[in-house]
Structure formats: structure tokens, C-alpha cells
């Protein structure tokens, strides 16, 4: 494996989740360029794979992510960041077609909450802390903090972590709606794993179809979202496996998906 700052494995039955493990353990898994173009490059892996119907993006026990690499951004001038749209190439994490499950053990900080925000499902182990201290260093969250933080947590508690620069641990980000589990730090990857093996028991088109929906509802207008949902709920009508799901429902069995 020629990756440096992160490893890659298969888990789960029939190898269906690809399980990626961000390995920077000198700088806690801090986030800096080469590092978020590996994970972009391992996703397009990943993701041309048939066999992996979820991926789990996971750190040490320590830290998940201690945020954007700061040594990196110290000398950063605007004219750069502007230029070169700093951090644009982040977003690939949000656009994965197949379900992203964050495992969170330890420091979630900045860029570290923000890319386990952009995950479909976020779990954390009891260790868990997360904030968004960049006002601390006197910037702001930069990749998704100050738009999914809010629409996850509220505004008011949003504005307190952005503001404070504040921690909390797991309990509060469960109670909160942040993560949706928390687990023993030493089983928060088997959990993972164990999602993403049941997500992979349905149709991967169906799933995908699931995903793009409840993503609308972040981005757009109740009407909007609305619409989207009726047309891919319609699409689902013209699939083998909406059939299939249906029929073996009334035949007292198992559904035997095809991913079409
Ligand atoms: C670069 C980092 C880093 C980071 C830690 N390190 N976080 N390097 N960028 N974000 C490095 C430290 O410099 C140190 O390197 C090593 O990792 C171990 O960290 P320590 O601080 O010694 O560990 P500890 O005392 O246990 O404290 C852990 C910590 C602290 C509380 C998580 O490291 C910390 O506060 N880190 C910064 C958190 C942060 O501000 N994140 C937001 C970044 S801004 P050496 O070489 O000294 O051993 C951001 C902007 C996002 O994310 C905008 C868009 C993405």
C-alpha cells in the first residue's frame, strides 16, 4: 500500500465495507493537503468497487482528526487561499454515492468535526470530544462547520461551540443529535463495521436513492426536498429491486437484491 497518511481494509461480510483509517498519528491526524487528497483518491477507489456497499472513515483512539493542519495555513496569505480556493477539493468526502459512516474516537476538532460531519452517520466512542476552536486561532470553520454544525445541533448551541471555541464530550453530543451512538471506544469500529454490514443486506441502488434524499433535506426548501423525495420514491417503481422487495414481502422471504 502506497498511502501515507492513511490505510485502507475491507470488513464485514463478503469484504462489503471499506474501512478507511486516517494514520497521521504525529500531528493527531491533523488534516493537511496531502492527506485529504489521499482520502479523495481512496474514495474514488472504494467506490468503484462493487463489492463495498458503505465506508467507515475512522482515526486512532486518540484523535479522529485535531483539525485543518495549523503549521500548514500559519503563513497562508488571502490572495493564496483565495486564488487556489483553499480546501475546495474537501467536499469529495460529501459527495461519496455509497453510505459514509464516521467512527469517532477522541479529539473530533475543526476540520476534524467538519469532515465527520460530512458523513452520513456519525457514531463516537465515549472518548469523543468535538468544537470547532478556530476562533481560537482567530479564523472561522472553513469546511461545512458554520452550515451543518447549526442544521445538526440547532442555532443556539451551534453559535455557543463557534463562539467559545468550547469541547464537548460524546454524552453531549449524542444527547444534542450530533452522533447518533455512543459505544465503548475499543467497539466503535466493530459497531461501524457492523451498520455498514446491515446497510449492505439492501439494494445499493435503493440505498443511494435513501441517501440523495435525506441529503436534499439539507439544502433545500421543505417544497423542494419534498419533490425530490416524490420522484425518487417514483424511481424506485421503474427498479428489479423495488419489485423484488415487494414481491418477497408477500412471499414470506428473504429479498434477493440485484442492485438494479
Ligand atoms: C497541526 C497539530 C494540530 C493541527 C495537533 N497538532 N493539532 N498540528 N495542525 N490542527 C500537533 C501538535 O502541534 C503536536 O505536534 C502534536 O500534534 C501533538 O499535539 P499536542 O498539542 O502536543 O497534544 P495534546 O497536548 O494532547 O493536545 C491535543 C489537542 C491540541 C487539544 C487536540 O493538539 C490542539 O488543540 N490542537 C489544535 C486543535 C485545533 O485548533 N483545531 C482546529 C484547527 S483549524 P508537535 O510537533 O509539537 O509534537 C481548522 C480550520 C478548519 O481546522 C477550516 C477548514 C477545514
Redo the contacts with the bound molecule.
Keep these: 500500500d502506497k498511502r501515507e497518511y492513511l490505510m485502507v481494509e475491507r470488513r464485514g461480510a463478503n469484504d462489503c465495507v471499506a474501512v478507511i483509517t486516517l494514520n497521521r498519528p ?3 491526524n ?3 493537503d496531502p492527506l485529504m487528497e489521499e482520502l479523495a483518491r481512496t474514495l474514488d477507489e472504494v467506490e468503484s468497487d462493487d463489492k463495498v456497499a458503505a465506508i467507515v472513515i475512522t482515526g486512532s483512539e ?2 479522529f482528526a ?8 500559519q503563513d497562508l496569505k488571502f490572495t493564496k487561499c483565495y486564488s487556489g480556493n483553499f ?1 475546495s477539493g ?1 467536499d469529495r468526502v460529501s459527495r461519496c454515492k455509497r453510505p459514509v459512516i464516521a467512527a469517532v474516537n477522541g ?1 473530533a ?4 468535526c ?1 469532515l465527520a460531519m460530512m458523513a452520513d452517520i456519525i457514531i463516537a466512542g465515549e472518548n469523543a470530544k468535538f468544537g ?3 476562533i ?2 482567530g ?5 461545512g ?1 458554520t452550515q451543518r454544525l447549526p442544521r445538526a445541533i440547532g442555532k443556539s448551541r451551534a453559535m455557543q461551540l463557534c463562539l467559545t471555541g468550547d469541547l464537548i464530550d460524546a454524552k453531549q453530543a449524542c444527547d444534542w443529535g450530533l452522533v447518533s451512538s455512543v459505544h465503548p471506544p475499543e467497539k466503535l469500529l466493530d459497531e461501524a463495521v457492523s451498520i455498514g454490514e446491515k446497510i449492505a443486506t439492501k439494494s445499493k441502488l435503493i440505498v443511494q436513492m435513501c441517501k440523495e434524499a435525506i441529503n436534499k433535506s439539507y439544502d433545500a426548501s421543505l417544497t423542494e426536498g419534498l419533490h425530490l423525495e416524490k420522484r425518487l420514491f417514483h424511481s424506485t417503481f421503474a427498479t428489479n429491486d423495488r419489485k423484488e422487495g415487494m414481491d418477497a414481502f408477500v412471499e414470506k422471504r428473504k429479498p434477493n437484491f440485484t442492485d438494479s
Design positions: 504525529k500531528a493527531l491533523a488534516l493537511c486518540k484523535a485535531a483539525g485543518a493542519d495549523i503549521k500548514q495555513m480546501l474537501w479529539y476538532l475543526g476540520g476534524g467538519e470547532q476552536p478556530e481560537n486561532l479564523t472561522i470553520p472553513g469546511a462547520g
